[in-house]
């Protein structure tokens, strides 16, 4: 079977992370969404209710899993024997990051890194943005999966 990983912090899941993960399902039997906890790193959501989004988005797709890690992606691949991490490109900046990375991870834990460029129309959400602007109050609807929409006061 052939598995894969899509770590991330989905602080909230977007367009964005929605694309590269639908688009990569014909790709892969199985895909684990798993959210990397930093405890150094402040979130807006907490844990639980950013899976609980991620499980609401995908209810009913049997290829889906999400849960969440501490520590090192390729230690998390070893736990649960995986070989491939999934990430999205959106711009020469995240290339950048994600090339030492991946390049890293392949070295440290023979897992090999699959790069899925953003679509045009969802390249420039970034979860960030999505905070920003639901932290100033504006509609955020646009960015998200319309399923997140319950779980935002
Ligand atoms: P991290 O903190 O690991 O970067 P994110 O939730 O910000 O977590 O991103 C997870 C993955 O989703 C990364 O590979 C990132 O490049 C990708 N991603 C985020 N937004 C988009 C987007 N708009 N288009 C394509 N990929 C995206």
Redesign the pocket.
């Known amino acids: 079977m052939k598995a894969a990983v899509?770590?991330?912090?989905?602080?909230p899941?977007?367009?964005?992370?929605k694309?590269?993960i639908d688009r990569a399902l014909p790709l892969f039997d199985k895909l684990i969404i798993a959210i990397?906890v930093n405890v150094d790193k402040k979130y807006m959501f907490d844990t639980a209710t950013r899976m609980k989004m991620i499980e609401a988005v995908y209810a009913g797709e049997p290829k889906i899993e999400v849960t969440k890690y501490e520590g090192l992606t390729v230690d998390f691949c070893h736990a649960n024997k995986l070989h491939f991490i999934?990430?999205?490109?959106?711009n020469p900046a995240?290339f950048e990051f994600?090339k030492a990375i991946a390049q890293t991870n392949r070295k440290l834990g023979q897992i090999e890194t699959v790069f899925?460029?953003?679509?045009p129309e969802?390249?420039?959400?970034?979860?960030?943005i999505v905070r920003d602007i639901y932290r100033n109050g504006g509609d955020i609807s646009a960015l998200v999966p319309t399923e997140i929409m319950k779980f935002i006061s």
């Open positions: 899509f770590p991330g912090s989905f602080d899941i977007t367009l964005g992370h694309d590269i990397g999934l990430r999205g490109l959106r995240d994600e899925l460029l953003t679509g969802t390249s420039f959400i970034s979860s960030s």
